[in-house]
Structures are given as C-alpha cells and as structure tokens.
C-alpha cells in the first residue's frame, strides 16, 4: 500500500479537511466514524487559522477519520505517550 502525504491542516472547512486526498469516500461511513469518536466541531467550521480553532486532540480525530476513511488494509496507531 502506497503512503500519502497529505498536508495538513489546509485552509477551507473543517468537512474539506476530512476528505482531501480522498478520492472517493462514504458518506455513512464518515458519519459513523465522526459518532464513533464524538466528534464535536461542526463540518462547517471554517479553517482560518486551524491551529488555534482545533484543540490538538480534535486535529487527531480529523486525521483518524481519514485514515478510516481510506479504508486501509491496515492502520498502525502510536500513543504518544
């Protein structure tokens, strides 16, 4: 499985952020994962300056859904603790 590197955060919305690089992706999938991991910032939001907008641990959840959405044969997470 070939790696993407994907920048990110990207100015746009919150939902633009979810699917960049994603060439095609299901939309009951990316509502499942936004409930599975309660995830509470609106689609909508915009990204101006990103950092500041998102706590980090909202940032990580943006990157998981991603991740999942890509639907990988595989997913290695890493606490970082």
Do not use: C, W
Not at 13 to 24: A, D, F, H, M
Not at 29 to 43: A, N, P, Q, R, T
């Amino acid at each position: 499985m070939e790696s993407k590197n994907l920048s990110f955060p990207e100015m746009g919305s919150v939902y633009s952020n979810l699917i960049k690089g994603l060439e095609e992706y299901d939309q009951q999938h990316l509502k499942y994962f936004i409930e599975l991991l309660s995830f509470d910032v609106s689609l909508d939001d915009e990204v101006t300056p990103f950092r500041i907008t998102l706590s980090s641990g909202q940032q990580q959840k943006i990157k998981i859904i991603r991740a999942l959405l890509s639907k990988p044969d595989v997913l290695i997470l890493e606490l970082d603790k």
